[in-house]
């Protein structure tokens, strides 16, 4: 076993003779090669890119509305939790196509729906009744009952969906997490004294 | 014996590989870096190794689905033999590589050894540093339970502050418009694919240029690094006053991995693998998600941000941190290694180590949180507050706990330390400046304006006025004693 020879490059000893020509049209070919790699190359990473960017939508475009059941289940001027499953999901996503938002039934026919993630760092709010707050359990953002913020490190007030009532049911308008870029921006209302923003 | 010779000859005619490894393992190390000082890397390493294995192995049970993922945890930790053990050394595991890596790397950088010529080694170290904390923060996920689920919300929230893209950044993060199926499927492919991957060659790369370049030298005072000459004196030192890397050097690493590994054996068999936690149900919200220990730091500096630096805290600092780690070789790339003449390397590194431990630890007990339980869950009012109370007073304590002012002020060291104790208020605030505060708030306390009634705030004062040490009057306002002293004479 220990006789046998392998070929190795080294013994190779007779050079070829210098040929100006052939050696540019290999290097032509493999620059042909090359630019032919290129070109399949971005025709394939075309719809690659594509399929990776395609969970990113517009905003709106995973929004609808859901209902979140008849409004007689919240009692005019109380705070209640309510649950809904996402409008967009899949077979697989298991308990987390689930959604928790808070529902204050202001009077009859008022209604205001906060999103459960804290406007800070999307943590769940807690609600109060007692002393009419929502509190956040992660870095102690407070809110007061219509949602507006009442201290700690949020810049503004929780997120709130729209409503409507139809045929007796309240339904919102939901969809995707809500978040300080996918909901309505801070506004600086001008001339106002101390100009404090407000949740526009 | 002489078989297993010819055997080793017929590979390596085929392989040619002998002669590369036994340059690499007889090459001369300067003598003094057969240190214990020198062991870290070599233990980082080993532990990738370890998290590769113990990672397909529990690979072979857990099924990265949103609906189905805790429960093979669980089945992982309760059903299956040994499965909380290959559980416990992966998470384990992971604690001691974040630790061995941050270790290797503050060793690296006080002994100088990211000055030329090894800036590419030290850059690489930066990125195998940053997969390492991704492999972390990927890894949480993938254990998918209530503090993964709201650890993602966070990882969302901070993504959406990104300006102009931030949806989109949001979408990319999540694989949808929520934290569900598809979102547990990217971190699956990143934690298992994508990162390890990168990670492996990289650390491969990094390994072969520090044999190629040589172990850094022990740092001497005065031994100054310089482009110029630095190969040849390298050379030299390491001709004069040298040993063969191995074994006179690899015996340390190999002592100090096995010492590694033993304890992550120890730390996993005795207390256990990380949870699961809650079931990863978005509806039940009495949950007060924390991130795992090494990002402790960073949920404590997001508590303590005024709000308007937040977002370009969360977007400009890890930029510019990682920006000055890669430039670092560069700026600093010649010049003294040793500690002894680089006081300003020393002070950098105690006060980030400081900070760092500060901010851990504050991240472990969340002062800044409200006890949502402290009026419901905990102790009442002691009973010595309202022994010889009034009526009004009793009734001012009852509205005091019932009003939740305890989930974020402790009376009698029980309650929240979002605002300060109120043992003793009464000796620091007058009767006007309690009304005032409880109605208005502020200085992070909510006005209490619209929740209580006049006859609730009135009781709760008179109570919170009883709040000073028996032998201290209340804070009281001057101006009204003098108004006082006006007023009596004429009355007599």
């Known amino acids: ?200 | 014996m002489r078989r297993l010779k010819v055997l080793y000859e017929w590979f390596d005619r085929r392989l040619q590989l002998g002669e590369p490894i036994k340059e690499m393992a007889l090459h001369p190390v300067p003598n003094k870096t057969a240190s214990w000082w020198y062991v870290f890397g070599s233990a980082a390493f080993v532990l990738l190794m370890l998290q590769i294995v113990t990672g397909i192995l529990l690979a072979l049970v857990y099924v990265p689905s949103a609906g189905q993922a805790w429960n093979s945890l669980n089945v992982l930790n309760h059903q299956l033999t040994l499965g909380w053990f290959l559980r416990a050394m992966h998470g384990w595991g992971s604690n001691f590589m974040v630790a061995v890596v941050l270790i290797h790397m503050a060793q690296v950088f006080l002994f100088g050894a990211y000055k030329f010529p090894r800036e590419l080694t030290w850059v690489l170290g930066v990125f195998l540093l940053l997969m390492t904390l991704g492999m972390a923060f990927t890894g949480q996920v993938l254990r998918f339970d209530q503090d993964a689920y709201w650890g993602l919300g966070i990882g969302a929230s901070i993504a959406s502050r990104v300006p102009f893209v931030g949806n989109w950044a949001v979408h990319m993060m999540l694989g949808g418009p929520i934290i569900a199926g598809a979102t547990l499927s990217r971190f699956f492919a990143f934690h298992v694919f994508v990162i390890p991957g990168m990670l492996l060659a990289f650390a491969c790369l990094h390994v072969w240029m520090v044999l190629k370049l040589g172990i850094n030298e022990w740092p001497m005072p005065g031994r100054i690094v310089r482009r110029a000459t630095y190969a040849a004196e390298y050379h030299k030192l390491t001709k004069k006053d040298g040993r063969a890397f191995v074994p006179g050097a690899v015996w340390k690493d190999a002592f100090f991995s096995a010492a590694i590994l033993a304890a992550v054996a120890v730390c996993a068999a005795v207390l256990g693998p990380y949870g699961p936690g809650g079931r990863p149900d978005p509806t039940i919200i009495q949950t007060a998600p924390k991130p795992d220990f090494f990002f402790l730091w960073l949920y404590a500096v997001l508590s303590y941000l005024p709000p308007s630096l937040e977002t370009p805290f969360l977007l400009i600092a890890p930029a510019l941190g990682i920006a000055g780690l890669v430039a670092l070789p560069f700026c600093a790339g010649e010049g003294e290694k040793s500690w002894h003449r680089r006081p300003v390397a020393i002070l950098m590194l105690t006060s980030i180590a400081l900070a760092w431990s500060v901010l851990t630890h504050l991240g472990t007990f969340t002062p800044w949180s409200p006890k949502m339980t402290a009026w419901s869950g905990g102790s009442p009012v002691p009973v010595r507050y309202t022994h010889d109370a009034s009526p009004l007073q009793r009734q001012g304590a009852i509205v005091f706990q019932s009003k939740q002012c305890r989930n974020c002020h402790s009376i009698a060291g029980v309650g929240g330390q979002r605002g300060p104790a109120l043992d003793l208020v009464a000796s620091r605030m007058t009767e006007d400046q309690l009304i005032r505060q409880v109605l208005q708030g502020g200085g992070n306390m909510p006005a209490y304006g619209k929740n209580l009634s006049p006859s609730e705030v009135t009781a709760l004062v008179s109570f919170l006025e009883t709040l000073h040490p028996a032998n201290e009057p209340p804070a009281a306002d001057a101006s009204r004693n003098a108004a006082a002293v006006l007023v009596t004479p004429a009355h007599q």
């Not at chain 1, 503004?156 to 997490?177: P, S």
């Not at chain 1, 909901?183 to 209302?189: E, N, P, S």
């Open chain 1, 1 to 200: 076993m220990s006789e046998e020879v392998l070929l190795e490059g080294h013994d190779e000893e007779e050079t070829a003779p210098v040929d100006e020509l052939a050696v540019s049209r290999r290097w032509l070919l493999l620059k042909i090669g090359a630019f032919f790699n290129a070109v399949v190359g971005v025709a394939v990473a075309v719809p690659v890119v594509k399929y990776l960017l395609s969970p990113a939508k517009p905003d709106g475009a995973y929004k609808s509305w859901v209902s979140l059941g008849s409004i007689d289940s919240f009692p005019v001027g109380e705070t209640r939790l309510a649950k809904f499953t996402n409008p967009v999901g899949r077979a697989w996503d298991g308990e987390t196509d689930r959604v928790a938002c808070w529902v204050r039934r202001i009077a009859q026919e008022q209604f205001q729906v906060f999103a459960i993630n804290c406007a800070h760092l999307g943590c769940p709010v807690r609600w109060f009744p007692q002393s009419g707050l929502f509190m956040c359990p992660c870095h102690g953002g407070a809110y007061y009952a219509d949602g507006s913020r009442a201290s700690g490190p949020p810049e503004r007030g929780l997120f709130t969906y729209d409503t409507k009532i139809v045929d007796g049911d309240l339904q919102i308008d939901a969809g995707q997490m809500p978040t300080l870029s996918n909901t309505a921006q801070l506004v600086q209302i001008q001339n106002t004294p101390g100009g404090s923003p407000c949740a526009g």
